[in-house]
């Protein structure tokens, strides 16, 4: 509990930093971006095209970390509504087949009778796509990512698992730390966006992982009633 405690203050210091800058930084990045593309336009120099490919190509790129960044940086929690996860699921499943099939993988739904859950729906929508994304980037081609939902007793839970190489023991205190990535290309917001997403909802994450798979378990409470909304 200590740790996750950390991990949270961590979470809020840097999201409220970000929130700062995040918006003054995007206008003039949007401002060259602009730019770039014009000129890029008027040279037919093919190196130089080149060049101005790469330019935006890494604008852009500091544009993405900073919208994963800005979403951390929310803490007030939108609009909740009464939901069906599982529909919710069902709506995205296309856009996970279709990131699955470009890593040769497949993904299969197991979905059971679940209580609705006051949630968010973009932000739950996020949380699964940015789990999935994970899952599949762990995974060799032929691997299975597993969705799920079940009850136990009064608890909603979510579980996504892949058939991945797992997480090693000694970095798992560092996820959804902002920034931590053991990728080449990664952002490391992803997992940092999940956690604050969790928190808003009153759920709670928890990690089962070996050389052979990781399972995230995502664990909500079950709705009742207004005076019970934000009930911990
Ligand atoms: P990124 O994907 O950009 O690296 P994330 O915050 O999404 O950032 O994830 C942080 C790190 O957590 C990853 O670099 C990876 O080491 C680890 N990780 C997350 N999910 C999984 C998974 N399903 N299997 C193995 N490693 C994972
Ligand atoms: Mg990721």
């Given at each position: 509990l200590e740790k996750e405690m950390i991990r949270l203050d961590r979470l809020n210091m840097v999201g409220e930093m970000a929130a700062g800058i995040a918006h003054e930084v995007r206008n003039p990045l949007t401002t060259v971006r602009g730019f770039l593309q014009m000129l890029g336009k008027k040279n037919d120099n093919g190196k130089l095209q080149e060049y101005y490919a790469l330019m935006i190509e890494e604008l852009d790129r500091a544009n993405t970390i900073i919208s994963e960044f800005l979403s951390t940086a929310r803490n007030k929690p939108d609009k909740l509504e009464l939901e069906d996860l599982n529909t919710i699921i069902d709506t995205l499943f296309p856009l996970i087949a279709a990131d699955a099939m470009n890593s040769d993988c497949n993904v299969v739904r197991e979905l059971t009778n679940i209580s609705p859950i006051l949630l968010n729906q973009k932000e739950i929508r996020q949380l699964i796509l940015n789990l999935a994304h994970n899952s599949l980037e762990a995974m060799t081609p032929g691997g299975t990512l597993t969705i799920k939902t079940f009850m136990v007793g009064e608890e909603i839970i979510l579980s996504m698992a892949d058939t991945g190489k797992g997480i090693e023991t000694e970095i798992l205190d560092k996820?959804?730390?902002?920034?931590?990535?053991?990728?080449?290309?990664?952002?490391?917001?992803g997992l940092a966006v999940c956690y604050g997403i969790v928190r808003r909802h009153h759920a709670s994450i928890e990690i089962d992982t070996s050389p052979k798979g990781t399972t995230f378990y995502i664990k909500f409470k079950q709705f009742k009633g207004v005076d019970n909304e934000y009930a911990v």
């Open positions: 996820l959804g730390t902002p920034f931590f990535t053991t990728k080449e290309n990664g952002t490391g917001l």
